[in-house]
DNA sequence: GTCTATAACCGGATAGAC
DNA sequence: GTCTATCCGGTTATAGAC
């Protein structure tokens, strides 16, 4: 009676132990025993649910390219006023940031060490360039804003938000040393901070 | 006679060969093969000049990290000009990460799969903090910018430059796919567009 | 100091009982 | 579906000749 509280979902069980182990040690220093000590079931069941460990990691990989995407482009309408869009896409983003702050790191340490097979995942993915480009230029246009490259702009963006969380320890260690709560402090502050920063920066 | 030339330093083609591999494809990744392969020397001459692959692992990190943070300790003067010293942060940096675009990733990612023994090797490094904040805050005082907490300063000067090229990969499958030459030249923009983002954000 | 050969170990994957 | 036991390839590390 109990047990049916996690009973036909072993899947489940191991796909959110997969996610947590992969997320913190990548897949080169992620142990398939892990996984199954962190999902509480055995090492062969792994395989018979998912073949191998690169194709458990996949699921895990486009998983979480996904969601980082898919909050990007839900910010993106063609006609937004740019102060709203900076607004919404710093405060959507870094919520999704803080509820999962290995994600970056996670992603872009696997892109880089396994450029073939994850630049192949990865393409399946796209942000709705177009449509952002042309929010930009029209605001520009009408001079609410001083002209800036779009790419730049979100590169700006995306930047001031995952950067702190990505070097968090260094930070923790080169600022707040003395008292390690205020950096939970100090990473709360970012979003007025980048809002207030983005907008001055961008004012006509 | 032309042996001569890499006669004696066995050892710095070691570390050469190690910083290569160790830095794209960390310490999980790295194969001891791979290395001696790179070096053109035996697995085993590895182990004899340095014990084991942790041990020629944290030779690498903490070079790394030195150089790092030897930029910034560069840059910081205690009575300097603000304007002054974003140009020649973001110059010097810039410079650094385009010489070795896979460092900061690679130090990100090592502190977070091992962030015990990282955090353990990454506090002997230290950035002048408190020269830092006496700047900032001496600039504030004389009106020269707006008020503006200093970490949040470096935390965002560093981000903007340090995050183009840890996400490289997207960037050019999402912006470039077309013209990938292109992403070159976007980075190279970074630095003038940085200054001049920066610059304005903190006018008084 | 540098090499070849091999020991010792670990981890992904499978076989087969239940 | 789930477990235990085991195989097998690969990787670090060492022994020992030169």
Redesign the interface.
Known sequence: MEKTITKGNTEVQILNAARKVFI???L??TRMQEIADEAHINKALLHYYFRSKEKLFEQIFEKALNDVFEVINRCIYEDGDIYTFIETFVTHYLSLIKENP?IP?F???E?????ER??QL??QF??N?PAFRHMIEKNINQKKI?PI?P??F???L???C???Y??R???E???FKEQPAETEH?LN??KQ?IIF??K??L?A
Do not use: C, W, Y
């Not at 892109?111 to 450029?115: C, G, L, M, Q, R």
């Open positions: 913190k040690k990548g080169d220093g290995f790191n992603i872009f340490n892109i880089t060490t396994h450029p994850m630049k990865s393409t796209k942000i360039v001083t490259r790419e730049h979100m590169v700006d995306l930047g001031l995952i950067f702190p990505v070097s320890p260094l930070i260690e080169i600022f100090f502050e970012r901070h920063l983005m001055k920066a004012q």
